[in-house]
């Protein structure tokens, strides 16, 4: 069985900064593109950023030049470094892996369970 567990999220001022962090663990053969998700209240979940395994990022364009997406392939983590938070980053963020299960021999997507941010003064 596969899991992807968040680091805690948390309450954030204007212009703080935060790290979060995701590892998968499990029946793992292989991870490919990790990401981070994100959904406020009353909106569509939306792609923040994502790497592949050979390290190649895409941002949103609202996160462009604020968050850093990295990864540790060794550990199958992935990290967000989230500067100059604003209120409208406020939302539930999610962890995305897609990975092939060792067991079952399959790909799929998995995610985290999601973790809170809240940027707030």
């Known amino acids: 069985q596969v899991q992807l567990v968040e680091s805690e999220g948390g309450l954030v001022q204007p212009g703080g900064s935060l790290r979060l962090s995701c590892a998968a663990s499990g029946s793992i053969l292989r991870v490919n593109a990790m990401g981070w998700y994100r959904q406020a209240p009353g909106k569509q979940r939306e792609l923040v950023a994502a790497?592949?395994?050979?390290?190649?990022?895409n941002y949103a364009d609202s996160v462009k030049g604020r968050f850093t997406i990295s990864r540790d392939s060794a550990k199958n983590s992935v990290y967000l470094q989230m500067n100059s938070l604003k209120p409208e980053d406020t939302a539930v963020y999610y962890c995305?892996?897609?990975?092939?299960?060792?067991?079952?021999?399959?790909?799929?997507?998995?995610w985290g369970q999601g973790t809170q941010v809240t940027v707030s003064s």
């Open positions: 790497i592949t395994s050979g390290g190649n990022t």
């Open positions: 995305n892996a897609d990975l092939w299960d060792r067991t079952r021999v399959t790909r799929g997507a998995y």
